[in-house]
């Protein structure tokens, strides 16, 4: 993950069922690209912290119009200060952390 | 204290909105709110024949009014149904909300009969979807609907209400009931800084004051935003030409020397030419579709662009712009028409009224009655201007949109972005539920007309003044066209071998039937019919060489079009 080539989107949305397929939905019927997902809820809200990485390309700011139309996302910004660490975590975790065996969910 | 089930909720709280009339059909899932709806004494209910027809009835009402209108399905097919209708409007932008029947909460995926996932599959067609999960939430959901499909750009809004929340009985202590729920300012729908800035306003007209041949291309946001009247002025007081989309079609009107017709696809070859000098394009309430601008990238090649649409995401989509602004066109016109200066522009207009005389629209033998184009003229000229159209999709439609002479915005209904043959019988009956003292006249064609063909049994129900005229040629015309014109004549799957005797199938469903195959004096018998102010259906039989002139081939520019010579 690479702060040149990739971006990282930073929501805030209702914390309630079909949030997320409402997302990813908006991605795949729009051809966006989609790398990876982060989410967790926010404490004592009714409302959940969402990070998108995506490429950086020429659409992200239509990719970022559009997220803003729907119902349940409450705030859209450009992360400028994430830590794509985070999601080299997870990229870890997704591929298998080296030199260890991948999990193989049948053993 | 009173106690009121959700059913009875929904009911009075739609009563509550000034809705005073609901399509759709119960069952199963439904019937709880139908129970309610039946006490209901300022609530009509039409009961369509299929749920699409109850979409589109919704549609009519709403294309008219501008207001939301709200149709009733049951769960499973019941919305399966629906979807098409749904899916039309939210291309249209057209305010629906649609309320359907859920199979009870305890049963919610396990597969129950006639169970379908609403609002899985209303994400990608809505505007927003609800999902209700009990009685309290119907005090919340059912006006925020409508302030979403309403909002901003219109849409189409789902609400999903399982049965048991229907039934559930809640005390009430005092009606109406506030909403309580702690509501953050959700942003959609409504823009709330909908109006353009002073720098914008400036910067726009600066434009326009430097531009030799600035050029107007307007869509259905003009018709949204009510603002067809300051358009004139604003066109008439700068000398700009105004070249409309499908959608914007009656919001300038159509016999004004600065009119120029329908651009795109099936666009005037004037229309294209022009579109091809203009130096400014200012772009109100469309969204570059690419019927409207054929190859993008050579859509308008000299033209700076200004893009003025309530949606943001709309502007810089297709095609980037000199400076485009999300706002209401209304309030960007209401400062335009002070800031702009008067000017004839008689270089322009001359150029404009060479390339017209030059590049005419092909008109065929001006005495055929049958010809289509001379039909919608001849149609044009019986009526009055306030008659609304409703179109299929086809041919027909397209003849139409070159041809009817169109006064006022929202006299045409016409499925423009999903493009769904069906549309016209069922829109036509919500256009003249909402509009009784207007009369409704639906073009359609022999393969459009047979896709919502049940709704004629909802037709002779109400006796609405409807007349539908069928451009019959035997064929998917449209696809025979492109069958000749791309793909080597080969005609294949578009002839029909069989069609009803139209006028006789008219009769079976309590509607008188003309058949204009053997008519004496077409013209008079038209004229005669069209005075009438019963429900109607006329066969009128075309040539099936008849093609839709000029049209742009795929993936060309506009200004390559073909067809567009002169003929005799």
């Known amino acids: 993950m690479c702060k040149k080539t990739d971006v990282i989107i930073q929501l805030t949305v209702n914390n309630h069922p079909g949030v997320m397929s409402n997302i990813t939905g908006l991605f795949t019927r729009r051809a966006f690209n989609l790398e990876g997902i982060l989410c967790g809820r926010l404490q004592n809200t009714k409302t959940s912290r969402m990070y998108l990485l995506l490429n950086n390309d020429d659409r992200v700011e239509q990719i970022i119009k559009q997220l803003k139309k729907l119902y349940d996302v409450l705030e859209v910004s450009i992360c400028e200060d994430c830590d794509y660490n985070s999601f080299d975590n997870i990229h870890e975790l997704v591929q298998g952390k080296k030199q260890t065996k991948a999990i193989d969910p049948y053993n | ?568």
């Not at chain 2, 959901?141 to 039934?167: M, N, S, T, W």
């Not at chain 2, 600065?258 to 651009?263: D, E, H, I, S, W």
């Open chain 2, 1 to 568: 204290m009173m106690k009121c089930s959700g059913a009875e909720i929904i009911i009075s709280l739609l009563e509550e909105h000034g809705i005073d009339t609901i399509a759709g059909i119960p069952g199963g899932a439904n019937l709880p709110m139908y129970n309610a709806l039946a006490k209901s004494d300022k609530i009509q209910h039409v009961l369509a024949r299929h749920e699409q027809g109850a979409g589109f009835i919704a549609q009519g009402i709403a294309r008219t009014t501008g207001k939301a209108a709200v149709c009733f399905a049951t769960s499973g097919p019941g919305v399966m149904n629906l979807l098409t209708a749904i899916a039309d409007a939210k291309l249209d932008s057209v305010p629906i909300v649609a309320i359907t029947g859920q199979i009870p909460s305890s049963l919610v995926g396990t597969d129950a009969f006639q169970e379908v996932d609403t609002c899985g599959l209303a994400i990608p067609i809505t505007k927003h979807n609800f999902f209700v999960r009990s009685a309290k939430e119907l005090f919340h959901i059912i006006p925020e609907a409508f302030r979403v499909a309403e909002g901003g750009r219109p849409g189409p809004v789902i609400i999903d209400i399982p049965k048991d929340v229907q039934l559930e009985e809640i005390e009430i202590t005092n009606w109406p009931v506030e909403d309580n729920e702690s509501l953050i300012d959700m942003g959609i729908g409504v823009n709330h800084d909908n109006i353009a800035s002073l720098e914008d306003i400036e910067q726009i007209t600066e434009m326009i004051h430097k531009s030799k041949k600035p050029l107007l291309y307007i869509g259905g946001g003009i018709l949204q935003s009510n603002s067809h009247e300051l358009l004139y002025d604003f066109a008439k007081k700068n000398s700009i030409p105004v070249a409309s989309t499908l959608m914007g079609l009656g919001c300038f009107p159509s016999n004004d020397p600065l009119y120029l017709g329908m651009l795109g696809m099936h666009g005037a070859p004037y229309t294209n030419l022009i579109l091809n000098e203009t130096d400014l394009l200012i772009a109100f309430g469309v969204r570059f579709d690419d019927r409207a601008t054929g190859k993008i990238a050579e859509f308008c090649p000299e033209a700076s662009i200004i893009h003025v649409d309530i949606d943001p995401a709309e502007l810089d989509k297709n095609k980037s712009t000199k400076i485009s602004v999300a706002a209401d066109i209304r309030m960007v016109l209401d400062e335009l028409i002070l800031s702009v200066e008067e000017n004839h522009r008689q270089e322009w207009m001359q150029e404009i009224t060479e390339i017209k005389e030059a590049n005419p629209f092909p008109i065929g033998n001006k005495k055929d009655f049958y010809h289509p184009l001379n039909l919608i003229r001849k149609i044009g000229s019986i009526v009055d201007p306030d008659t609304i159209i409703t179109t299929d999709v086809g041919q027909h439609q397209m003849w139409v949109a070159q041809a009817y002479p169109f006064q006022k915005p929202r006299t045409l209904l016409t499925s423009g972005g999903l493009g769904t043959m069906g549309f016209g019988l069922p829109t036509a009956i919500g256009a003249a539920l909402a509009n009784p003292d207007k009369k409704i006249i639906c073009i359609s064609g022999d393969g459009s007309i047979l896709m919502n063909i049940q709704e004629l049994a909802t037709l002779a129900d109400l006796n609405l003044n409807i007349t539908v005229i069928i451009l019959n040629n035997g064929w998917l015309g449209m696809v025979r066209q492109l069958q000749e014109l791309f793909f080597q004549e080969n005609y294949y799957a578009t002839q029909f071998t069989t069609n009803p005797d139209f006028a006789s199938m008219a009769q079976c469903f309590g509607i008188k039937g003309y058949d204009f195959k053997d008519q004496e004096d077409p013209n008079h018998a038209l004229e005669k019919i069209l005075s009438g102010s019963h429900p109607c259906v006329i066969n009128m039989p075309i040539d099936f060489r008849e093609n839709v002139m000029p049209t742009v081939p795929p993936g060309a520019g506009n200004h390559q079009m073909i067809g567009g010579e002169k003929r005799v």
